[in-house]
Nanobody
Framework: QVQLVESGGGLVQAGGSLRLECAAS????????MGWYRQALGNQRDLVAA???????NYADSVKGRFTISKDNTKNTIYLQMNSLKPEDTSTYYC?????????WGQGTQVTVSS
């Protein structure tokens, strides 16, 4: 059974910070590439940050220098630290686990950044 549960979203002012958390079931984090996508209403779902099995990270250009993805294999959890938030970061953020033949998604957590 695969389960990904996001938390940590909310309302913040521009320039503020949030920390998103994705709690995964079993050994999903240690066995899969993980990351975060976001999707604003009416837009496509875009990759925000990814982390490999070895811990290498990649970021969308729009969040480089502001967001940090990390993971804790023991806790089977990944995180997204978001600093210097901008109104354009407003989206639903989705955690994913990606294998070669599949991709699993969480239900999402809403992030709203006011100006």
């Amino acid at each position: 059974q695969v389960q990904l549960v996001e938390s940590g979203g909310g309302l913040v002012q521009a320039g503020g910070s949030l920390r998103l958390e994705c709690a995964a079931s079993g050994t999903i984090v240690s066995d899969n590439a993980m990351g975060w996508y976001r999707q604003a209403l009416g837009n496509q779902r875009d990759l925000v940050a990814a982390i490999t099995l070895s811990g290498s990270t990649n970021y969308a250009d729009s969040v480089k220098g502001r967001f940090t993805i990390s993971k804790d294999n023991t806790k089977n959890t990944i995180y997204l630290q978001m600093n210097s938030l901008k109104p354009e970061d407003t989206s639903t953020y989705y955690c994913y686990a990606r294998g070669r033949l599949y991709r699993y998604w969480g239900q999402g957590t809403q992030v709203t950044v006011s100006s």
